[in-house]
C-alpha cells in the first residue's frame, strides 16, 4: 500500500529535549515536504527536499533541521525544543514536478 | 507572492443542505489549483484539482471550477452528509504544477448535523 509514514504520532517533551520525527515514503517520490499546521494559519511549510541531498527552506524554517540522506526518508529535527513549536506536523511526498501529494498521518507535538 | 485566501469558518449546514466554500488565489503564471480535506484526526487528502482555466474539478458529489477571470476556485456539493464533516484546504501549485510546493489557505471546518 502507498503511504507517507510519520513516527511519532503524538509526543509530549520538555524544552531544549532534541527530538526527532521520523517520515518514510515507500512510493519512490523525489520531492518531500514538512509543515506546521496551526489553528488560523492553515499549513505553513517548513522545509522541502528535491531529492536526496537537496534540500531547501520552506516559509517558516527557523528552529528545524532536516536531512535527506536517503530517497524514502525525510527526518525533522528539532535541536532545542521550545513551546510555540508545539503543533500539529505533517509530512508529504509526491513525483518531483508532479501533484498532488500524499500526506502521512500527522505528529502531534507538544513542548511543556 | 503566491496566496489563497478561502472564507472563515466554522460552517454548520444540516444534512442535504448544499455546500459552497469560497476560495480565491493570487498567483503569477498559470497554477493548479486544489481541494484537500482532512477528516478528523488524519492527514490530508486531495479531493479534486484543476490544471487550467475553465477545468471543473469534481470528486464524490463535490465540484470546482477554475474561474481565471475571478481567480477563485470555489469548492461546491449540492446535498451535504454527516460524513462531510472535516476541514477543506483549498491549495495552489505554483507554475501549473512544474514545482512542487503548495500553498495553503488557513482552512474551513464544515460541521454536518443530522
Redesign the interface.
Known amino acids: 500500500e502507498a503511504q507517507v509514514t510519520q513516527n511519532p504520532r503524538y509526543l509530549i517533551t520538555v524544552t531544549g529535549k532534541k527530538l526527532t520525527v521520523t517520515c518514510s515514503q515507500n512510493m519512490n517520490h523525489e520531492y518531500m515536504s514538512w509543515y506546521r499546521q496551526d489553528p488560523g494559519l492553515g499549513l505553513r511549510q517548513i522545509y522541502y527536499s528535491m531529492n536526496v541531498e537537496v534540500t531547501d527552506k520552506g516559509d517558516v524554517p527557523e528552529g528545524y533541521k532536516v536531512s535527506r540522506k536517503e530517497k524514502r526518508n525525510f527526518p525533522l529535527i528539532l535541536e532545542s525544543p521550545s513551546p510555540n513549536q508545539t503543533s500539529l506536523y505533517f509530512c508529504a511526498s509526491s513525483l518531483w514536478g508532479k501533484q498532488p501529494q500524499h500526506f502521512g498521518d500527522g505528529t502531534r507535538l507538544s513542548i511543556l | 507572492g503566491d496566496s489563497v485566501t478561502q472564507m472563515e469558518g466554522p460552517v454548520t449546514l444540516s444534512e442535504e443542505a448544499f455546500l459552497t466554500i469560497n476560495c480565491t488565489y493570487t498567483a503569477t503564471g498559470y497554477p493548479?489549483l486544489?481541494w484537500?480535506v482532512q477528516y478528523p484526526?488524519?492527514?490530508?487528502?486531495?479531493l479534486l484539482?484543476a490544471t487550467k482555466a475553465d477545468d471543473k474539478g469534481s470528486n464524490k458529489g463535490f465540484e470546482a471550477t477554475y474561474r481565471k477571470e475571478t481567480t477563485s476556485f470555489h469548492l461546491e456539493k449540492g446535498s451535504v452528509q454527516v460524513s462531510d464533516s472535516a476541514v477543506y484546504?483549498c491549495a495552489l501549485?505554483p507554475g501549473g504544477?512544474?514545482?512542487?510546493?503548495?500553498i495553503?489557505?488557513?482552512?474551513t471546518k464544515l460541521s454536518v448535523k443530522p
Do not use: A, W
Open positions: 493548479s486544489f484537500y484526526g488524519e492527514g490530508l487528502q486531495l484539482k484546504f501549485s504544477g512544474s514545482q512542487g510546493n503548495l495553503f489557505g488557513k482552512g
